[in-house]
Protein backbone atom coordinates (compact mmCIF):
# COMPACT_ATOMS: atom_id res chain seq x y z
CA UNK A 1 0.00 0.00 0.00
CA UNK A 2 1.63 3.33 -0.87
CA UNK A 3 0.50 6.30 1.34
CA UNK A 4 0.78 10.16 0.25
CA UNK A 5 1.38 11.13 4.01
CA UNK A 6 2.91 9.47 7.05
CA UNK A 7 3.12 10.98 10.19
CA UNK A 8 4.95 9.35 12.82
CA UNK A 9 5.21 10.30 16.52
CA UNK A 10 5.04 14.09 15.47
CA UNK A 11 5.20 16.78 18.39
CA UNK A 12 5.61 20.37 18.63
CA UNK A 13 6.06 22.52 21.88
CA UNK A 14 5.92 26.40 21.75
CA UNK A 15 7.02 27.01 25.14
CA UNK A 16 3.92 27.45 27.58
CA UNK A 17 1.58 26.99 24.17
CA UNK A 18 -0.09 23.98 23.39
CA UNK A 19 1.29 22.38 19.68
CA UNK A 20 0.45 18.60 19.20
CA UNK A 21 1.60 15.86 20.65
CA UNK A 22 2.66 12.32 19.39
CA UNK A 23 0.31 12.53 16.43
CA UNK A 24 0.43 9.36 14.25
CA UNK A 25 -1.64 9.21 10.66
CA UNK A 26 -0.99 7.88 7.74
CA UNK A 27 -3.04 8.76 4.30
CA UNK A 28 -2.93 6.14 1.41
CA UNK A 29 -2.47 7.71 -2.43
CA UNK A 30 -5.75 8.67 -3.69
CA UNK A 31 -7.95 9.02 -0.70
CA UNK A 32 -9.68 11.93 0.54
CA UNK A 33 -9.28 12.31 4.32
CA UNK A 34 -10.71 14.47 6.89
CA UNK A 35 -8.68 15.88 9.65
CA UNK A 36 -11.83 17.68 12.37
CA UNK A 37 -11.25 19.62 14.98
CA UNK A 38 -12.65 23.21 16.86
CA UNK A 39 -10.55 26.18 16.29
CA UNK A 40 -7.25 25.93 17.97
CA UNK A 41 -7.08 21.85 18.72
CA UNK A 42 -3.98 21.29 16.67
CA UNK A 43 -5.09 21.14 12.65
CA UNK A 44 -2.89 24.08 11.24
CA UNK A 45 0.09 23.13 13.17
CA UNK A 46 -0.12 19.79 12.48
CA UNK A 47 -0.20 20.50 8.56
CA UNK A 48 2.25 23.20 8.81
CA UNK A 49 4.93 20.53 10.35
CA UNK A 50 3.78 18.57 7.98
CA UNK A 51 4.78 20.87 4.95
CA UNK A 52 8.08 21.81 6.20
CA UNK A 53 6.93 25.24 7.36
CA UNK A 54 7.68 24.80 10.70
CA UNK A 55 10.06 22.53 12.27
CA UNK A 56 9.15 19.51 14.69
CA UNK A 57 10.18 18.98 18.11
CA UNK A 58 10.61 15.55 17.54
CA UNK A 59 9.11 13.06 15.29
CA UNK A 60 8.59 12.68 11.51
CA UNK A 61 6.34 13.17 8.56
CA UNK A 62 6.60 12.27 4.92
CA UNK A 63 4.90 13.32 1.82
CA UNK A 64 5.14 10.48 -0.92
CA UNK A 65 8.23 8.86 0.94
CA UNK A 66 10.07 12.13 1.23
CA UNK A 67 11.01 13.87 4.79
CA UNK A 68 8.96 16.83 5.73
CA UNK A 69 11.75 18.84 6.84
CA UNK A 70 15.00 17.82 4.93
CA UNK A 71 12.96 17.57 1.55
CA UNK A 72 10.23 20.14 1.57
CA UNK A 73 11.52 22.01 -1.49
CA UNK A 74 10.54 18.65 -3.83
CA UNK A 75 7.68 18.00 -2.17
CA UNK A 76 5.80 21.32 -2.76
CA UNK A 77 6.35 20.93 -6.59
CA UNK A 78 3.80 18.23 -6.41
CA UNK A 79 1.09 19.83 -3.53
CA UNK A 80 -1.34 22.29 -3.57
CA UNK A 81 -1.81 24.30 -0.17
CA UNK A 82 -4.77 25.97 0.77
CA UNK A 83 -3.77 28.16 3.94
CA UNK A 84 -6.52 28.86 6.39
CA UNK A 85 -5.45 32.43 6.23
CA UNK A 86 -3.83 33.26 2.22
CA UNK A 87 -1.99 36.35 2.32
CA UNK A 88 -1.39 37.61 -0.86
CA UNK A 89 0.62 41.39 -2.10
CA UNK A 90 -2.50 43.64 -1.87
CA UNK A 91 -1.18 46.10 -5.05
CA UNK A 92 -1.01 43.06 -7.06
CA UNK A 93 -4.10 41.94 -9.39
CA UNK A 94 -5.57 38.71 -9.21
CA UNK A 95 -3.95 37.61 -12.71
CA UNK A 96 -0.69 39.28 -11.62
CA UNK A 97 -1.26 36.81 -8.33
CA UNK A 98 -2.16 33.87 -9.66
CA UNK A 99 0.68 34.10 -12.37
CA UNK A 100 3.37 34.73 -9.61
CA UNK A 101 1.98 31.42 -7.64
CA UNK A 102 2.20 29.54 -10.80
CA UNK A 103 5.71 30.43 -11.71
CA UNK A 104 7.03 28.35 -8.54
CA UNK A 105 6.56 24.80 -10.53
CA UNK A 106 6.99 23.24 -13.59
CA UNK A 107 3.63 22.74 -14.84
CA UNK A 108 2.62 26.26 -16.02
CA UNK A 109 -0.28 25.23 -18.19
CA UNK A 110 -2.57 28.35 -18.37
CA UNK A 111 -5.81 27.07 -19.28
CA UNK A 112 -6.27 25.46 -15.69
CA UNK A 113 -5.63 28.58 -14.07
CA UNK A 114 -8.20 30.49 -16.71
CA UNK A 115 -10.85 27.21 -16.04
CA UNK A 116 -10.76 27.96 -12.49
CA UNK A 117 -11.58 31.63 -12.79
CA UNK A 118 -14.13 31.09 -14.65
CA UNK A 119 -16.04 28.36 -12.29
CA UNK A 120 -15.28 30.55 -9.45
CA UNK A 121 -16.25 33.68 -11.36
CA UNK A 122 -13.25 35.66 -10.19
CA UNK A 123 -12.50 38.93 -11.70
CA UNK A 124 -8.63 38.88 -12.74
CA UNK A 125 -8.42 42.56 -13.34
CA UNK A 126 -8.77 43.73 -9.92
CA UNK A 127 -6.82 44.33 -7.33
CA UNK A 128 -6.23 41.63 -4.77
CA UNK A 129 -6.53 44.30 -1.99
CA UNK A 130 -10.01 45.34 -3.79
CA UNK A 131 -11.38 41.48 -2.88
CA UNK A 132 -13.60 40.96 -0.24
CA UNK A 133 -12.61 37.94 2.43
CA UNK A 134 -14.50 35.58 0.09
CA UNK A 135 -12.85 36.50 -3.00
CA UNK A 136 -9.18 36.29 -1.24
CA UNK A 137 -10.21 32.75 -0.39
CA UNK A 138 -11.39 31.90 -4.21
CA UNK A 139 -7.77 33.37 -5.36
CA UNK A 140 -6.07 31.14 -2.44
CA UNK A 141 -7.87 28.39 -3.53
CA UNK A 142 -6.99 28.81 -7.80
CA UNK A 143 -3.40 29.41 -6.34
CA UNK A 144 -3.21 25.77 -4.69
CA UNK A 145 -5.20 23.73 -8.18
CA UNK A 146 -3.66 25.51 -11.16
CA UNK A 147 -0.54 23.51 -10.96
CA UNK A 148 -2.74 20.22 -10.78
CA UNK A 149 -1.13 18.93 -7.71
CA UNK A 150 -1.43 15.22 -6.78
CA UNK A 151 -1.98 15.99 -3.03
CA UNK A 152 -4.08 19.04 -1.77
CA UNK A 153 -3.77 20.20 1.52
CA UNK A 154 -6.64 22.91 2.58
CA UNK A 155 -6.73 23.93 5.72
CA UNK A 156 -10.44 25.42 6.65
CA UNK A 157 -10.99 25.87 2.74
CA UNK A 158 -14.46 26.81 3.03
CA UNK A 159 -14.12 29.84 5.28
CA UNK A 160 -15.96 32.93 3.87
CA UNK A 161 -17.25 31.45 0.26
CA UNK A 162 -21.20 32.06 -0.12
CA UNK A 163 -23.12 28.53 -0.38
CA UNK A 164 -23.12 28.52 -4.34
CA UNK A 165 -19.16 29.05 -4.11
CA UNK A 166 -19.39 25.84 -1.73
CA UNK A 167 -20.86 24.17 -3.73
CA UNK A 168 -18.55 24.59 -6.95
CA UNK A 169 -15.88 24.24 -4.72
CA UNK A 170 -16.59 20.82 -3.73
CA UNK A 171 -17.81 19.81 -7.25
CA UNK A 172 -13.87 20.66 -8.35
CA UNK A 173 -12.49 18.52 -5.56
CA UNK A 174 -14.84 14.99 -6.36
CA UNK A 175 -13.30 15.46 -10.26
CA UNK A 176 -10.04 16.00 -8.56
CA UNK A 177 -10.60 13.12 -6.43
CA UNK A 178 -11.96 10.85 -9.46
CA UNK A 179 -8.45 11.46 -11.13
CA UNK A 180 -7.13 9.96 -8.48
CA UNK A 181 -5.70 12.85 -6.48
CA UNK A 182 -5.12 12.72 -2.95
CA UNK A 183 -7.11 15.48 -0.70
CA UNK A 184 -6.07 16.41 3.31
CA UNK A 185 -8.78 18.70 4.24
CA UNK A 186 -9.16 20.35 8.23
CA UNK A 187 -12.67 21.33 8.90
CA UNK A 188 -14.21 22.15 12.24
CA UNK A 189 -17.64 21.62 10.10
CA UNK A 190 -18.17 17.73 10.55
CA UNK A 191 -20.97 18.06 8.12
CA UNK A 192 -18.30 18.65 5.23
CA UNK A 193 -16.51 15.86 6.42
CA UNK A 194 -19.30 13.14 6.39
CA UNK A 195 -20.39 14.19 2.72
CA UNK A 196 -16.77 13.99 0.83
CA UNK A 197 -13.78 12.29 2.93
CA UNK A 198 -13.80 8.52 3.33
CA UNK A 199 -11.57 8.59 6.43
CA UNK A 200 -11.16 10.99 9.30
CA UNK A 201 -9.62 11.93 12.39
CA UNK A 202 -10.63 14.31 15.11
CA UNK A 203 -8.04 15.84 17.57
CA UNK A 204 -8.27 17.74 20.35
CA UNK A 205 -5.62 19.51 22.44
CA UNK A 206 -3.26 18.65 20.14
CA UNK A 207 -3.71 14.91 20.47
CA UNK A 208 -5.50 12.82 18.32
CA UNK A 209 -8.35 10.83 19.82
CA UNK A 210 -10.11 9.04 16.75
CA UNK A 211 -9.38 8.06 13.26
CA UNK A 212 -11.98 6.10 11.73
CA UNK A 213 -13.84 5.79 8.03
CA UNK A 214 -16.39 8.05 8.12
CA UNK A 215 -19.25 5.82 7.07
CA UNK A 216 -18.24 4.43 10.76
CA UNK A 217 -18.79 8.13 12.37
CA UNK A 218 -21.66 8.58 10.74
CA UNK A 219 -23.18 5.84 11.73
CA UNK A 220 -22.49 5.91 15.16
CA UNK A 221 -22.83 9.45 15.65
CA UNK A 222 -25.38 10.67 18.50
CA UNK A 223 -27.98 13.55 17.57
CA UNK A 224 -29.14 16.39 19.36
CA UNK A 225 -32.92 16.06 20.53
CA UNK A 226 -34.25 19.21 22.04
CA UNK A 227 -38.13 19.60 22.96
CA UNK A 228 -40.58 21.72 24.49
CA UNK A 229 -42.77 19.58 27.34
CA UNK A 230 -41.99 16.53 28.54
CA UNK A 231 -41.09 12.52 27.98
CA UNK A 232 -40.62 9.38 29.38
CA UNK A 233 -36.60 8.21 28.84
CA UNK A 234 -36.61 4.98 30.48
CA UNK A 235 -37.54 3.12 27.27
CA UNK A 236 -34.50 4.41 25.39
CA UNK A 237 -31.52 3.13 24.92
CA UNK A 238 -28.46 5.57 23.53
CA UNK A 239 -29.31 8.55 25.29
CA UNK A 240 -26.95 10.84 26.97
CA UNK A 241 -25.70 13.96 28.36
CA UNK A 242 -29.50 14.79 29.23
CA UNK A 243 -29.84 18.52 30.05
CA UNK A 244 -33.36 19.58 31.66
CA UNK A 245 -35.24 23.20 31.71
CA UNK A 246 -38.31 24.36 32.90
CA UNK A 247 -39.64 24.20 28.97
CA UNK A 248 -38.36 20.87 28.25
CA UNK A 249 -35.03 19.25 27.84
CA UNK A 250 -32.77 18.10 25.38
CA UNK A 251 -30.44 14.96 25.42
CA UNK A 252 -27.74 13.25 22.68
CA UNK A 253 -29.44 10.27 21.34
CA UNK A 254 -27.55 7.35 19.26
CA UNK A 255 -30.83 4.60 19.15
CA UNK A 256 -33.21 3.73 16.73
CA UNK A 257 -35.29 6.60 15.08
CA UNK A 258 -38.15 4.99 15.40
CA UNK A 259 -38.27 4.24 18.62
CA UNK A 260 -37.56 7.77 19.33
CA UNK A 261 -40.54 8.32 17.39
CA UNK A 262 -42.49 6.44 19.39
CA UNK A 263 -41.35 8.19 22.92
CA UNK A 264 -42.04 11.55 21.23
CA UNK A 265 -45.78 10.03 20.38
CA UNK A 266 -46.21 9.09 24.20
CA UNK A 267 -44.63 11.98 26.04
CA UNK A 268 -45.76 15.75 26.40
CA UNK A 269 -44.22 17.16 23.74
CA UNK A 270 -45.34 20.56 22.16
CA UNK A 271 -42.78 20.76 19.74
CA UNK A 272 -38.95 18.78 19.38
CA UNK A 273 -35.73 19.11 16.92
CA UNK A 274 -33.42 16.72 16.12
CA UNK A 275 -29.98 18.44 14.54
CA UNK A 276 -26.68 17.28 14.14
CA UNK A 277 -24.43 17.85 17.19
CA UNK A 278 -21.55 20.00 17.25
CA UNK A 279 -18.17 18.90 17.23
CA UNK A 280 -17.28 18.50 20.87
CA UNK A 281 -20.74 16.60 22.00
CA UNK A 282 -19.53 13.86 19.07
CA UNK A 283 -16.28 13.89 21.23
CA UNK A 284 -18.39 13.05 24.06
CA UNK A 285 -20.51 10.66 22.44
CA UNK A 286 -17.27 8.30 21.63
CA UNK A 287 -15.01 9.03 24.60
CA UNK A 288 -16.73 9.96 27.65
Not at 3 to 23: F, M, P, Q, S
Not at 237 to 248: A, F, H, Q, Y
Request: charged share 30%; net charge negative.
Amino acid sequence: MKYAIEIENLTKNYGKHRGVENIDLCVKEGEWFGFIGPNGAGKSTTIRTLLGLIKPTKGESRIFGLDSWEESERIMEDVGYLPSEAIFYPEMSVKETLDYALSFFKNKDKRRQEELCQRFQLDTKRKVGELSYGNRKKVGIVSALQHSPSLLILDEPTGGLDPLMQREFFNVLEEEHEKGKTIFMSSHILSEIEHHAETAAFIRDGKIILKKEVAEIAKNSARRVTLRGSMNLDSLEGVKEIERSKEGMSFLYSGDSKLLIEALGKGDVKDFTVTEPDLEEVFLHYYK
